[in-house]
Protein backbone atom coordinates (compact mmCIF):
# COMPACT_ATOMS: atom_id res chain seq x y z
CA UNK A 1 0.00 0.00 0.00
CA UNK A 2 1.32 3.08 -0.99
CA UNK A 3 2.71 5.39 1.57
CA UNK A 4 3.39 9.25 1.45
CA UNK A 5 5.37 11.06 3.94
CA UNK A 6 6.70 14.97 4.26
CA UNK A 7 9.39 16.06 6.54
CA UNK A 8 9.51 18.64 8.30
CA UNK A 9 6.12 18.94 9.30
CA UNK A 10 6.25 22.62 9.85
CA UNK A 11 9.31 24.95 8.96
CA UNK A 12 9.67 28.81 10.22
CA UNK A 13 12.43 30.71 7.96
CA UNK A 14 13.70 34.21 7.65
CA UNK A 15 12.10 36.00 4.37
CA UNK A 16 14.74 35.49 1.39
CA UNK A 17 16.19 31.80 2.62
CA UNK A 18 16.21 29.04 -0.18
CA UNK A 19 14.14 26.18 1.18
CA UNK A 20 13.54 22.57 0.49
CA UNK A 21 10.66 20.18 1.52
CA UNK A 22 10.72 16.91 1.51
CA UNK A 23 8.12 14.30 -0.10
CA UNK A 24 8.77 10.53 0.31
CA UNK A 25 6.67 7.29 -1.03
CA UNK A 26 7.26 3.91 -0.36
CA UNK A 27 5.57 2.62 -4.07
CA UNK A 28 8.06 3.41 -7.07
CA UNK A 29 5.11 2.24 -9.14
CA UNK A 30 3.71 6.22 -9.71
CA UNK A 31 2.08 7.55 -12.66
CA UNK A 32 2.97 11.12 -11.41
CA UNK A 33 3.93 13.54 -8.60
CA UNK A 34 1.95 16.62 -7.70
CA UNK A 35 2.69 19.62 -5.61
CA UNK A 36 0.23 21.93 -4.57
CA UNK A 37 -0.17 24.84 -2.52
CA UNK A 38 -3.21 25.31 0.52
CA UNK A 39 -3.88 28.61 2.03
CA UNK A 40 -5.89 28.40 5.23
CA UNK A 41 -9.42 27.60 4.96
CA UNK A 42 -9.00 27.44 0.49
CA UNK A 43 -8.86 25.35 -1.41
CA UNK A 44 -5.82 23.50 -3.18
CA UNK A 45 -3.48 24.81 -6.21
CA UNK A 46 -1.39 22.49 -7.96
CA UNK A 47 2.04 23.99 -8.06
CA UNK A 48 3.85 21.85 -10.72
CA UNK A 49 3.31 18.18 -12.03
CA UNK A 50 6.45 15.89 -12.29
CA UNK A 51 5.26 12.84 -15.03
CA UNK A 52 7.12 9.62 -13.54
CA UNK A 53 9.51 9.70 -16.81
CA UNK A 54 10.87 13.05 -15.84
CA UNK A 55 13.47 14.53 -13.11
CA UNK A 56 12.19 17.61 -12.55
CA UNK A 57 10.04 20.55 -12.99
CA UNK A 58 10.46 24.48 -13.07
CA UNK A 59 8.22 27.40 -12.82
CA UNK A 60 9.55 30.57 -11.28
CA UNK A 61 11.28 30.65 -7.94
CA UNK A 62 9.48 26.64 -7.71
CA UNK A 63 11.80 23.36 -8.31
CA UNK A 64 10.67 20.11 -7.94
CA UNK A 65 12.77 17.35 -8.72
CA UNK A 66 12.14 13.28 -8.58
CA UNK A 67 13.63 10.27 -7.77
CA UNK A 68 11.38 7.17 -8.37
CA UNK A 69 13.93 4.92 -7.02
CA UNK A 70 14.36 6.32 -4.15
CA UNK A 71 10.91 6.74 -3.30
CA UNK A 72 11.40 10.44 -3.22
CA UNK A 73 10.88 14.09 -4.13
CA UNK A 74 11.98 17.47 -2.89
CA UNK A 75 10.05 21.10 -3.74
CA UNK A 76 12.75 24.27 -3.33
CA UNK A 77 11.49 26.98 -2.96
CA UNK A 78 14.09 30.25 -4.08
CA UNK A 79 14.33 33.34 -2.15
CA UNK A 80 11.46 32.82 -0.11
CA UNK A 81 9.05 35.51 0.43
CA UNK A 82 5.86 36.26 3.18
CA UNK A 83 3.69 35.54 0.26
CA UNK A 84 5.15 31.78 0.32
CA UNK A 85 3.50 30.98 3.57
CA UNK A 86 1.16 28.27 3.44
CA UNK A 87 0.65 24.59 3.88
CA UNK A 88 2.30 22.48 0.78
CA UNK A 89 1.39 19.11 0.09
CA UNK A 90 2.57 16.11 -1.85
CA UNK A 91 0.88 13.40 -3.62
CA UNK A 92 1.46 10.78 -5.97
CA UNK A 93 -0.85 9.49 -8.60
CA UNK A 94 -1.24 5.14 -8.22
CA UNK A 95 0.19 3.87 -11.40
CA UNK A 96 -2.79 1.44 -11.55
CA UNK A 97 -5.59 4.50 -11.38
CA UNK A 98 -6.38 7.53 -11.50
CA UNK A 99 -6.28 8.29 -7.45
CA UNK A 100 -4.00 10.49 -5.88
CA UNK A 101 -2.20 9.44 -2.31
CA UNK A 102 -1.18 12.39 -0.10
CA UNK A 103 1.02 13.30 2.67
CA UNK A 104 0.00 15.43 5.25
CA UNK A 105 1.90 18.51 4.26
CA UNK A 106 4.43 20.61 5.52
CA UNK A 107 3.39 23.99 7.18
CA UNK A 108 5.72 26.82 5.84
CA UNK A 109 6.08 29.89 7.73
CA UNK A 110 8.40 33.02 6.30
CA UNK A 111 9.02 35.89 8.18
CA UNK A 112 9.42 38.85 7.22
CA UNK B 1 -10.31 32.92 -15.35
CA UNK B 2 -12.49 30.25 -13.16
CA UNK B 3 -11.47 26.69 -14.17
CA UNK B 4 -13.67 24.80 -11.18
CA UNK B 5 -16.70 26.03 -9.45
CA UNK B 6 -17.60 25.83 -6.23
CA UNK B 7 -21.28 26.59 -4.91
CA UNK B 8 -21.65 27.70 -2.60
CA UNK B 9 -18.30 29.05 -0.74
CA UNK B 10 -19.78 28.55 2.38
CA UNK B 11 -22.85 26.43 3.56
CA UNK B 12 -24.95 25.97 6.92
CA UNK B 13 -27.09 23.43 7.57
CA UNK B 14 -28.93 21.85 10.82
CA UNK B 15 -28.63 18.13 11.98
CA UNK B 16 -30.30 15.91 9.64
CA UNK B 17 -31.36 18.25 7.09
CA UNK B 18 -30.01 17.60 3.45
CA UNK B 19 -27.69 19.69 2.05
CA UNK B 20 -26.21 19.75 -1.70
CA UNK B 21 -23.15 21.10 -2.99
CA UNK B 22 -22.10 22.17 -6.82
CA UNK B 23 -19.15 22.10 -8.67
CA UNK B 24 -18.99 22.85 -12.30
CA UNK B 25 -15.84 22.65 -14.42
CA UNK B 26 -14.91 24.52 -18.00
CA UNK B 27 -11.75 22.73 -18.31
CA UNK B 28 -13.91 19.37 -20.25
CA UNK B 29 -12.18 17.32 -18.75
CA UNK B 30 -13.35 13.56 -18.27
CA UNK B 31 -12.65 13.33 -14.44
CA UNK B 32 -13.68 15.06 -11.59
CA UNK B 33 -13.36 14.08 -7.96
CA UNK B 34 -14.71 14.80 -4.76
CA UNK B 35 -12.88 15.42 -1.67
CA UNK B 36 -13.40 15.86 2.17
CA UNK B 37 -10.86 17.42 4.14
CA UNK B 38 -11.06 18.16 8.34
CA UNK B 39 -8.93 20.65 9.70
CA UNK B 40 -5.11 19.70 9.41
CA UNK B 41 -5.43 16.54 7.16
CA UNK B 42 -5.07 15.72 3.85
CA UNK B 43 -7.76 15.43 1.18
CA UNK B 44 -9.84 11.85 1.51
CA UNK B 45 -11.50 11.03 -1.65
CA UNK B 46 -15.22 10.33 -1.82
CA UNK B 47 -15.78 9.61 -5.35
CA UNK B 48 -14.74 9.92 -8.87
CA UNK B 49 -16.24 10.08 -12.07
CA UNK B 50 -13.98 8.79 -15.48
CA UNK B 51 -16.86 10.37 -17.47
CA UNK B 52 -20.28 9.02 -16.57
CA UNK B 53 -18.67 5.99 -14.46
CA UNK B 54 -19.05 6.52 -11.24
CA UNK B 55 -16.62 5.33 -8.39
CA UNK B 56 -17.44 4.93 -4.55
CA UNK B 57 -14.47 4.89 -2.44
CA UNK B 58 -15.02 1.45 0.51
CA UNK B 59 -14.94 3.91 3.34
CA UNK B 60 -17.07 6.49 1.97
CA UNK B 61 -20.19 6.55 4.17
CA UNK B 62 -23.72 6.08 2.74
CA UNK B 63 -24.97 9.45 3.49
CA UNK B 64 -23.01 10.32 0.78
CA UNK B 65 -24.12 10.21 -2.66
CA UNK B 66 -22.94 11.96 -5.96
CA UNK B 67 -24.57 12.85 -9.18
CA UNK B 68 -22.91 13.82 -12.41
CA UNK B 69 -25.81 15.16 -15.27
CA UNK B 70 -23.14 16.03 -17.61
CA UNK B 71 -19.36 16.74 -18.05
CA UNK B 72 -19.31 20.25 -16.85
CA UNK B 73 -21.32 19.19 -13.05
CA UNK B 74 -20.88 17.19 -10.38
CA UNK B 75 -23.00 17.46 -7.17
CA UNK B 76 -22.18 16.14 -4.04
CA UNK B 77 -25.44 15.20 -1.83
CA UNK B 78 -25.42 14.71 2.09
CA UNK B 79 -28.74 12.96 2.92
CA UNK B 80 -28.51 13.17 6.65
CA UNK B 81 -25.70 15.20 7.66
CA UNK B 82 -24.19 14.53 10.96
CA UNK B 83 -21.94 16.87 13.44
CA UNK B 84 -19.06 14.30 12.07
CA UNK B 85 -19.50 15.86 8.59
CA UNK B 86 -18.69 19.32 9.19
CA UNK B 87 -15.43 19.33 6.81
CA UNK B 88 -14.11 21.46 3.89
CA UNK B 89 -15.81 19.66 0.70
CA UNK B 90 -13.31 19.88 -2.27
CA UNK B 91 -13.89 18.73 -6.31
CA UNK B 92 -11.23 18.29 -8.65
CA UNK B 93 -10.88 17.43 -12.15
CA UNK B 94 -7.91 15.81 -13.82
CA UNK B 95 -6.28 16.52 -17.04
CA UNK B 96 -5.42 13.77 -19.87
CA UNK B 97 -1.40 14.19 -18.43
CA UNK B 98 -2.83 13.53 -14.67
CA UNK B 99 -3.12 17.47 -13.47
CA UNK B 100 -5.49 17.94 -10.57
CA UNK B 101 -7.33 21.03 -10.70
CA UNK B 102 -9.20 21.97 -7.98
CA UNK B 103 -12.10 24.39 -6.82
CA UNK B 104 -11.64 27.10 -3.71
CA UNK B 105 -13.79 24.39 -1.56
CA UNK B 106 -16.96 24.62 0.16
CA UNK B 107 -17.02 24.93 3.79
CA UNK B 108 -19.82 22.78 5.31
CA UNK B 109 -21.07 23.64 9.11
CA UNK B 110 -23.79 21.60 10.72
CA UNK B 111 -25.81 23.00 13.51
Known amino acids: KQEVTQIPAALSVPEGENLVLNCSFT??????LQWFRQDPGKGLTSLLLIQSSQREQTSGRLNASLDKSSGRSTLYIAASQPGDSATYLCAVEDGNNRKLIWGLGTSLAVNP | DAMVIQNPRYQVTQFGKPVTLSCSQT?????MYWYQQKSSQAPKLLFH???????NEADTPDNFQSRRPNTSFCFLDIRSPGLGDAAMYLC??????????FGPGTRLTVT
Open chain 2, 92 to 101: ATSSPWGEQY
Open chain 2, 49 to 55: YYDKDFN
Open chain 2, 27 to 31: LNHNV
Open chain 1, 27 to 32: DSAIYN
